[in-house]
């Protein structure tokens, strides 16, 4: 079974995480603090999410993908439930939008980077809400490795937890 199961997003002012397929800006900065928070772990993500990586797995990490068809050149499973049964130490959900959706259920902890830049797209695919009766937020803080951006945890409060699914 999974150790702790976290999120990490970076998410615009709208809550948009990504467009057309990809992540609609460039951020250096939070792209070497992922790296370092998931290295290690078992990194779990979408079908669209692997695809928008062209297929390459993130080095350090066991990539899985959630899909309803077996994905050539990676570890698959039909949903998050069975990934995580199947999960060893920590494990970041990565995206897209349902896998969050869906992850809600089972996150110890939501890590958010809030970028600048504005994304308003019909088009755009958002994080969804965070409900903050089972997720406290922790101080917003200043972005370590990226002047400019800010970082929030969000971590699950216990008292309101139940088993996991």
Known sequence: MAGPVGMIAAVSPEGVIGLHGKIPWRHP???RRF???T?????IMGRLT???MNGKPLPDRR???ISRSDVPGVESFRDLGEALAAAQG???LLGGA???EEGMRYADLIDLTYVPDHVVDPAAVRFPPID???FAPEPLLEHEDEPGLKRRIFTRIRERWTARP
Do not use: F, H
């Open 39 to 43: 290295r290690g772990a078992t990194v």
């Open 90 to 92: 920590p494990v970041w």
């Open 63 to 65: 990539n899985v993908v």
């Open 29 to 31: 900065g939070d792209l």
């Open 98 to 100: 349902r896998i969050y």
């Open 132 to 134: 903050e009766a089972v």
């Open 50 to 52: 692997w695809e928008s």
């Open 35 to 37: 790296k370092r928070v």
